[in-house]
């Protein structure tokens, strides 16, 4: 069965860290660019940051450069986002998801394009 699994999620405090993880079952993720999008209460889904698969170019949206990171490990099946400096505007309901190749950065937004795999999403609570 394929299947996407985001795990790391949580409460944290303004200026804390968290460790995003994507893994995947089923498939491999090597050929895919994996992307993290995130979803507040009452809010659009929007793209946070992509892998190429290719040369394992990054990108991210203005809202979260310099603060967060993403990199993938082949070996380990997975992808990972690491979250620093984080506020409590990233509140929001995080996914991860596959595609052929990254979206488009477009005035420091990620595009929403058609993903292949959605995970169900892990929560992120900025608070103090």
């Known amino acids: 069965q394929v299947q996407l699994v985001e795990s790391g999620g949580g409460l944290v405090q303004p200026g804390g860290s968290l460790r995003l993880s994507c893994a995947a079952s089923?498939?491999?993720?090597?050929?895919?660019?994996i992307g993290w999008f995130r979803q507040a209460p009452g809010k659009e889904r929007e793209g946070v940051s992509c892998?190429?698969?290719?040369?394992?170019?990054?990108y991210y949206a203005d809202s979260v450069k310099g603060r967060f990171i993403i990199f993938r490990d082949n070996s380990k099946n997975t992808v990972t986002l690491r979250m620093n400096s984080l506020k409590p505007e990233d509140t929001a309901v995080y996914y991860c998801?596959?595609?052929?190749?990254?979206?488009?950065?477009?005035?420091?937004?990620?595009?929403?394009?058609?993903?292949?795999?959605w995970g169900q999403g892990t929560q992120v609570t900025v608070s103090s």
């Open positions: 998801a596959t595609a052929p190749l990254c979206p488009l950065v477009v005035a420091g937004v990620i595009s929403m394009i058609p993903m292949d795999y």
């Open positions: 089923g498939f491999t993720l090597d050929p895919y660019a």
């Open positions: 892998i190429s698969s290719s040369d394992g170019s990054t």
